[in-house]
Antibody, heavy 125, light 106 residues
Framework: QVQLQQWGAGLLKPSETLSLTCAVY????????WSWIRQPPGKGLEWIGE???????KYNPSLKSRVTISVDTSKNQFSLNLKSVTAADTAVYYC???????????????????WGQGTTVTVSS | SSKLTQDPAVSVALGQTVTITCQGD??????ASWYQQKPGQAPLLVIY???NRPSGIPDRFSGSNSGNTASLTITGAQAEDEADYYC?????????FGGGTKMTVL
């Protein structure tokens, strides 16, 4: 059974860089899309970005200028860097595995079927 | 970029049927996936694709898609179904979530 385990610093000061890593255990790394999602306190889910096993990335346009997602296939890990953080970046951050499929052409589906446990990140001076 | 719109809250009597909807242009190309989130927990996939349930999800959960609208239906809601529900789809920029619907079981 595939499991995602994530870790990283939980307390940052404004202007610092948030760094989180997610490790994939018990399953293949290739053929999937690996995402980061966050949830500010009391608010909804926000997709941050994704990477595939080949290193191709997509980012949320609202965060694109500050986000980098990278992959280390030798370790089955992927990482999130978010630079110049502010209090607005305070959130629970999740990693997740994404799967694409075809319902029937031209309709597709995408789901995130495995999630990490979440990491609480607080930005405070 | 695209947007997915959900009603903020819905309530249902125990054992009754409730439908949660999600609207957005991206749903014309990508069927919605649906996630259940309980307080302090990571989201859990409950519906994906045309109307598929991951292993372990009760068959009282079902999904449908028509045009720019996706729906999640819970037939015979149970107390343990009380949670926040999020739809998800994709557009040219990547993935996106609806704002979430808080479901209360009365």
């Amino acid at each position: 059974q595939v499991q995602l385990q994530q870790w990283g610093a939980g307390l940052l000061k404004p202007s610092e860089t948030l760094s989180l890593t997610c490790a994939v255990y018990g399953g293949s790394f290739s053929g999937y899309y690996w995402s980061w999602i966050r949830q500010p306190p009391g608010k909804g889910l926000e997709w941050i970005g994704e990477i595939n096993h080949s290193g191709g990335t997509k980012y949320n346009p609202s965060l694109k200028s500050r986000v980098t997602i990278s992959v280390d296939t030798s370790k089955n890990q992927f990482s999130l860097n978010l630079k110049s953080v502010t209090a607005a970046d305070t959130a629970v951050y999740y990693c997740a595995r994404g799967v694409f499929g075809v319902v029937f052409i031209p309709y597709y589906y995408y789901d995130m079927d495995v999630w990490g446990q979440g990491t609480t990140v607080t930005v405070s001076s | 970029s695209s947007k997915l719109t959900q009603d903020p809250a819905v309530s249902v009597a125990l054992g009754q049927t409730v439908t949660i909807t999600c609207q957005g242009d991206s749903l014309r190309s990508y069927y919605a996936s649906w996630y259940q989130q309980k307080p302090g927990q990571a989201p859990l996939l409950v519906i994906y694709g045309r109307n598929n349930r991951p292993s372990g999800i009760p068959d009282r959960f079902s999904g449908s898609n028509s045009g720019n609208t996706a729906s999640l239906t819970i037939t015979g809601a149970q107390a343990e179904d009380e949670a926040d529900y999020y739809c998800n789809s994709r557009d040219s920029s990547g993935s996106l979530f609806g704002g979430g619907t808080k479901m209360t079981v009365l």
